[in-house]
């Protein structure tokens, strides 16, 4: 069984960063991909990125792209998402969620991370 | 982008009584379509994938269809924890990309 337990809530400031963690057990944490999703308070679900622990290759949303960061750390299974000058739009739950493979949706999810963001 | 709509935005239904939910592509998505369920405060849970796969676990009043543009999602006699957002997916292979539609809203009647 698959299990993602994601870091705690955070708070920032407009204009810093936020690095959010996802320790992923079970299963072979190099064999699949991770990808993070986030949620605005009342609203849907947004995907921002992804990567691919074992080949460390990650590719994002052309939204976020130059703002956010996907990494991994294949030795303790964890993989990482951190958003650069954040702004009060980014104040939302961010979720991590593994893709078995290539060819398949995001089946296991992280219990989910809220980060505010307010002066 | 693939954009991804659903409808309707919100669905009113009776318990015991069947939901239809659409979702329409702006591209072909082939069947790398993906169904979700989400209850205030939980992560989404994976309903269908393969755009007619029901995932590990889920009841087989849950069944989705199509291909290509045009999806549905059919849930035959809603129970009660049955009321919840729901949200398809696509998974494109290439270029990797996920987006999703803005939800449908499944009430009670």
């Known amino acids: 069984q698959v299990q993602l337990v994601q870091s705690g809530a955070e708070v920032k400031k407009p204009g810093s960063s936020v690095k959010v963690s996802c320790k992923a057990s079970?299963?072979?944490?190099?064999?699949?991909?991770i990808s993070w999703v986030r949620q605005a308070p009342g609203q849907g679900l947004e995907w921002m990125g992804r990567?691919?622990?074992?080949?460390?290759?990650?590719n994002y949303a052309q939204k976020f792209q130059g703002r956010v960061t996907i990494t991994a750390d294949k030795s303790t299974s964890t993989a990482y998402m951190e958003l650069s000058s954040l702004r009060s739009e980014d104040t939302a739950v961010y979720y991590c969620?593994?893709?078995?493979?290539?060819?398949?949706?995001?089946?296991?999810w992280g219990q989910g991370t809220l980060v505010t963001v307010s002066s | 982008e693939i954009v991804m709509t659903q409808s309707p935005a919100t669905l009113s239904v009776s318990p015991g009584e069947r939901a239809t939910l659409s979702c329409r592509a702006s591209?072909?998505?082939?069947?790398?379509l993906a169904w979700y369920q989400q209850k205030p405060g939980q992560a989404p849970r994976l309903l269908i994938y393969?755009?007619?796969t029901r995932a590990t676990g889920i009841p087989a009043r849950f069944s989705g269809s199509g291909s290509g543009t045009e999806f549905t999602l059919t849930i035959s006699s809603l129970q009660s924890e049955d009321f919840a957002v729901y949200y398809c997916?696509?998974?494109?292979?290439?270029?990797?990309?996920?987006?999703f539609g803005q939800g449908t809203r499944l009430e009670i009647k």
């Open positions: 990567i691919i622990p074992i080949l460390g290759i990650a």
């Open positions: 997916q696509q998974y494109n292979n290439w270029p990797p990309r996920i987006t």
């Open positions: 393969g755009a007619s």
């Open positions: 969620a593994r893709e078995p493979d290539s060819s398949s949706p995001p089946d296991y």
């Open positions: 591209q072909s998505v082939s069947s790398n």
């Open positions: 079970g299963g072979t944490f190099s064999s699949y991909t």
